[in-house]
């Protein structure tokens, strides 16, 4: 069964400080790997997907298929990153079919 | 208005009245989709439409119907529901509905049913 993990709900670090929000990922195929965020009093957005091996914002993520898994990293967390993050995961070569995590709230304090 | 533009924003209905969800995209996207997003419960996709047919319908109960009259409207007609359908309801749109897609999502309606 396709599924997408994000194991915590809320992660909150310092300004300056290194983040990782954690994604784990169970697929039989070869998976697309996104992730979305939700800043306060907006809608959900795309911030970066595998496939196009980008940095928005200071964000990167790296697939690992030993591992499962599609950490989202940024060496020096902002306040502004202060949002809402979920990880999704395409593997349905038909339909387009997003799978989404329960999300992480990311709150970066001053 | 650019973008994917849902209404209503709020909507309160009674689990007898009859009601639409409304979505429509000026992108020129082909592929609308509707999510539901519950708390405490990870987005859940309802139904994929692709050129205005259905693609994917992810065993959503009978009272919840939706209708694509074109690639740029989705609707989403509610009949009897129940207090647990009570959630964001999320449209969104993408050029094509492959993998890979980047989706556009509008801002959500929040729906509670009495």
């Known amino acids: 069964a396709q599924r997408v993990t994000q194991p915590e709900k809320l992660l909150s670090v310092f300004k300056g400080a290194p983040v990782e929000l954690k994604c784990n990922y169970s697929y039989s195929g070869s998976p697309e790997l996104f992730w979305y965020v939700q800043y306060s009093r907006q809608r959900l957005q795309l911030l970066l997907r595998?496939?196009s091996r980008e940095s928005i914002k200071g964000f990167t993520a790296d697939l690992n298929k030993g591992e499962t898994s599609f950490h989202l990293k940024k060496p020096f967390a902002q306040e502004e990153d202060s949002a809402m993050y979920y990880c999704a995961l395409s593997g349905s070569s038909n339909t387009g079919k997003l799978i989404f995590g329960q999300g992480t709230t990311l709150q970066v304090k001053p | 208005e650019t973008g994917v533009t849902q209404t209503p924003r709020h909507l309160v209905m009674g689990m007898t009245n009859k009601k639409s969800l409304k979505c429509e995209q000026h992108?020129?996207?082909?592929?609308m989709y509707w999510y539901k997003q519950s708390a405490k419960k990870p987005l859940e996709l309802m139904f994929v439409y692709n050129f205005k047919e259905q693609t994917e319908n992810n065993s959503v109960p009978s009272r919840f119907s939706p209708e694509c009259p074109n690639s740029s409207h989705l609707f989403l007609h509610l009949h009897t529901l129940q207090p647990e359908d009570s959630a964001l309801y999320l449209c969104?749109?993408?050029?094509?509905?492959?993998?890979?897609?980047?989706?556009?999502f509008g801002s959500g309606t929040q729906l509670s049913v009495l």
């Open positions: 595998h496939i």
């Open positions: 992108l020129g996207h082909n592929a």
């Open positions: 969104a749109s993408s050029q094509g509905a492959g993998v890979g897609e980047k989706l556009f």
